[in-house]
């Protein structure tokens, strides 16, 4: 079974960051391509940042430069830092893999971000 447990969200001032951590069991990190999404109230969810297994790391134009994605192979634990962040930022944010042809998510955790 995947379960995938998201934390660090919060209320945050623009201009200021947050870390957001996504612990995972039922499978392994580093083998999988790790993904964080995104979605605001009313619109649709949308990818922020994914690292693949081997270690390629793709991000949303709207968030490069600004957030980072990366993993701890030894945790099992993929991590998602936000800097200079903006309020069109807030959302509640998905913790996301696969295995075989099915999708997990976790249950969310959501960032707000105050101007």
């Known amino acids: 079974q995947v379960q995938l447990v998201e934390s660090g969200g919060g209320l945050v001032q623009a201009g200021g960051s947050l870390r957001l951590s996504c612990a995972a069991s039922?499978?392994?990190?580093?083998?999988?391509?790790m993904a964080w999404y995104r979605q605001a109230p009313g619109k649709q969810r949308d990818l922020v940042a994914d690292i693949s297994s081997g270690g390629i790391t793709n991000y949303a134009d709207s968030v490069k430069g600004r957030f980072t994605i990366s993993r701890d192979n030894v945790k099992n634990t993929v991590t998602l830092q936000m800097n200079s962040l903006k309020p069109e930022d807030t959302a509640v944010y998905y913790c996301?893999?696969?295995?075989?042809?099915?999708?997990?998510w976790g249950q969310g955790t959501q960032v707000t971000v105050s101007s």
């Open positions: 996301s893999t696969t295995r075989g042809l099915s999708r997990y």
């Open positions: 039922g499978v392994f990190v580093v083998m999988k391509t």
